[in-house]
C-alpha cells in the first residue's frame, strides 16, 4: 500500500505544479475508414479476412526447455529455431520471459511456428 500512496502523492505534487490556465492536449483522432465494421448476431466484428494458411501446432516438431523455468533460455530457442518447425515449450506450468539479447535467424526454408500456448513471452 505504501507504493500506492507515493506515486498518489506524486501525481498530486505533478497537478499542482502544472499552470492554472494550462490546456491538457488532445489526442490524435482516429482516421475514419469509410463505413462500419460489420457484426455478427453476437455484436462481434465479423471475420473480413481469410486466413492465408492453416497453421498445425497441435504436435511439436521441437520443444524447448525440460520443465522448469531455467530449462527455457535463449540458447534453447536459438537451437530449436535453427532446425524449424513446430516449436513449443516445456517451461512449467507458470507463465515464464526468455530474455533475448540479439537477434535469432529463422531457417527460412522451413516454416516455423512458435507456441507458447499462452504462457512464454520473449523479451
Do not use: W, Y
Amino acid at each position: 500500500m505504501r507504493l500506492s500512496i507515493i506515486a498518489f502523492a506524486a501525481l498530486v505534487a505533478l497537478l499542482a505544479a502544472a499552470p492554472a490556465d494550462a490546456k491538457p492536449k488532445k489526442s490524435p483522432q482516429k482516421p475514419k475508414l469509410g463505413g462500419s465494421t460489420p457484426k455478427t448476431s453476437s455484436g462481434r466484428p465479423a471475420a473480413i479476412c481469410t486466413s492465408p494458411v492453416q497453421l498445425v501446432t497441435s504436435a511439436a516438431t521441437k520443444t524447448v526447455g525440460k520443465g522448469t523455468p531455467a530449462s527455457c533460455n535463449e540458447a534453447a530457442l536459438v537451437s530449436a529455431l535453427a532446425k524449424g518447425g513446430v516449436i513449443h515449450f516445456n517451461c512449467g506450468p507458470t507463465p515464464v520471459t526468455i530474455a533475448i539479447q540479439s537477434e535469432i535467424n529463422v531457417n527460412p526454408s522451413v516454416n516455423t511456428v512458435i507456441d507458447g500456448n499462452h504462457l512464454v513471452t520473449l523479451d
